[in-house]
């Protein structure tokens, strides 16, 4: 069992940046992906971005060109660089390991909120 904890959230401007980081400890067995989810007020947690443990790399539309998904090698800190942030990017943004092979990971952080207000 994996123990995973973001940061870097904050209030920022629109049009500003953020970077959250997610820090793993403990060992991981691949296969396994790495997301950055969101969830805002009234709204179910989505998606944003992921990694898995070769380097590919996802984006939901709403944050293509914009959000930056990275990690080292074997994902122990995957980060998450936020350009031009907009209002509607205001939500609690979580870490989460997901196993894709033998080994099912279901391992979710804490959560950081950001919040892009003027």
């Known amino acids: 069992q994996a123990r995973l904890v973001e940061s870097g959230g904050g209030l920022v401007q629109p049009g500003g940046s953020l970077r959250l980081s997610c820090a793993r400890s403990?060992?991981?067995?691949?296969?396994?992906?790495v997301g950055w989810y969101r969830q805002a007020p009234g709204k179910e947690r989505e998606l944003v971005a992921s990694?898995?443990?070769?380097?590919?790399?996802k984006y939901a539309d709403s944050v293509k060109g914009r959000f930056t998904i990275s990690g080292d090698n074997a994902l122990t800190t995957v980060s998450l660089q936020m350009n031009s942030l907009k209002s509607e990017d205001t939500a609690i943004y979580y870490c989460?390991?997901?196993?894709?092979?033998?080994?099912?990971?279901?391992?979710w952080g804490q959560g950081t909120q950001v919040t892009v207000s003027s």
């Open positions: 989460h390991l997901k196993g894709l092979g033998f080994y099912r990971y279901d391992d």
């Open positions: 990694i898995n443990s070769v380097g590919d790399q």
């Open positions: 403990g060992s991981a067995f691949g296969p396994y992906m």
